[in-house]
């Protein structure tokens, strides 16, 4: 008897399907849709680009949502006290840091010790 049962509900389930499933279904067809559109717009997107690295590189980076930023130093702070915006002096600043960083660093590093092979 509990065999007829699930027989019958299970041919009034597929005969007459309850809106959760057709709304399911029209769910899984926008997905499929969108998974088309998105298929269709990258190789739209990168068939532009073909041959040429500079372009690919540009169009990879704006999917991804990269931007170039801006890399100019309109500012620096010398000492405590003083930070220039004139370009000439932020040049001789930087300038003279990596001058002089070279031998504040090996003045930190440890001697090295003889050892007899």
Known sequence: ??????????????????PSLSLSLSVYQVKREIKNSKKCYYIAKFSKGTGNPKEMRKTINSIKGRSQKDSTISEITVDETHSTNNRKEIADFINNHFTNIGPQLAFQLPNPTKTST
Request: net charge positive; aromatic share 6%; hydrophobic share 50%.
């Open 1 to 18: 008897m509990l065999h007829r049962v699930v027989l019958h509900f299970l041919r009034q389930e597929i005969l007459h399907p309850p």
